[in-house]
T-cell receptor, first 113, second 111 residues
Framework: EAQVTQNPRYLITVTGKKLTVTCSQN?????MSWYRQDPGLGLRQIYY???????DKGDVPEGYKVSRKEKRNFPLILESPSPNQTSLYFC????????????FGNGTRLTVT | EDQVTQSPEALRLQEGESSSLNCSYT??????LFWYRQDPGKGPEFLFT???AGEEKEKERLKATLTKKESFLHITAPKPEDSATYLC????????????FGRGTSLIVHP
């Protein structure tokens, strides 16, 4: 089954404790991205990647890192999480080119205390 | 700057009461307009892509239409299972493949 898989689904952590949210897709998609979704603000893009070893900032990149060492994986790294990074996070992928829809993962709900 | 505005923010309907959701957009050349459905706590699920003014797509009780300035998602005789947040996104022509999302319309259909 074609899918985008994120882990974990839920994560509670404390301020400053480094964490990684994994994302994997099995559709051989070139384009992958990370979004955060907050009430009243909608989906905001954090980082995106056009292909292996090619990443770029989205609208809200501060406090986040990403890497794209393999085509299928695009982990999101929070080196020193803060409470304002409490949010619902989504990974998404598509074939690129701007005319294909995004396939989203089921989300990671992160709480930073 | 590309902009997408969805209205209304929230909509309550009785089962069987047809209505429309609006997505107004400003973009420097449209590559594609996308509609997604999002259930609470889940990732958005793709519904339709529209590429040019005048285009229409249908799926069950949903019909999406597109003009040069806006798109409508028409819901005919909705059922409670149509309750969800509906998101609109536009992809501009040009080098960047970053879609711009609207904030969504939360639809509740009462039985």
């Amino acid at each position: 089954e074609a899918q985008v898989t994120q882990n974990p689904r839920y994560l509670i952590t404390v301020t400053g404790k480094k964490l990684t949210v994994t994302c994997s897709q099995n559709m051989n998609h070139e384009y992958m991205s990370w979004y955060r979704q907050d009430p009243g603000l909608g989906l905001r893009q954090i980082y995106y990647s056009m292909n292996v070893e090619v990443t770029d900032k989205g609208d809200v990149p501060e406090g986040y890192k990403v890497s794209r060492k393999e085509k299928r994986n695009f982990p999101l790294i929070l080196e020193s999480p803060s409470p304002n990074q409490t949010s619902l996070y989504f990974c998404a992928s598509n074939t690129g080119g701007g005319r294909s829809p995004l396939h989203f993962g089921n989300g990671t709900r992160l709480t930073v205390t | 700057e590309d902009q997408v505005t969805q209205s209304p923010e929230a909509l309550r309907l009785q089962e069987g009461e047809s209505s429309s959701l609006n997505c107004s957009y400003t973009v420097s050349g449209l590559r594609g307009l996308f509609w997604y459905r999002q259930d609470p706590g889940k990732g958005p699920e793709f519904l339709f892509t529209l590429y040019s003014a005048g285009e229409e797509k249908e799926k069950e009780r949903l019909k999406a239409t597109l003009t040069k300035k806006e798109s409508f998602l028409h819901i005919t005789a909705p059922k409670p299972e149509d309750s969800a947040t509906y998101l609109c996104a536009v992809q501009a022509a040009g080098g960047s493949y970053i879609p711009t999302f609207g904030r969504g319309t939360s639809l509740i259909v009462h039985p």
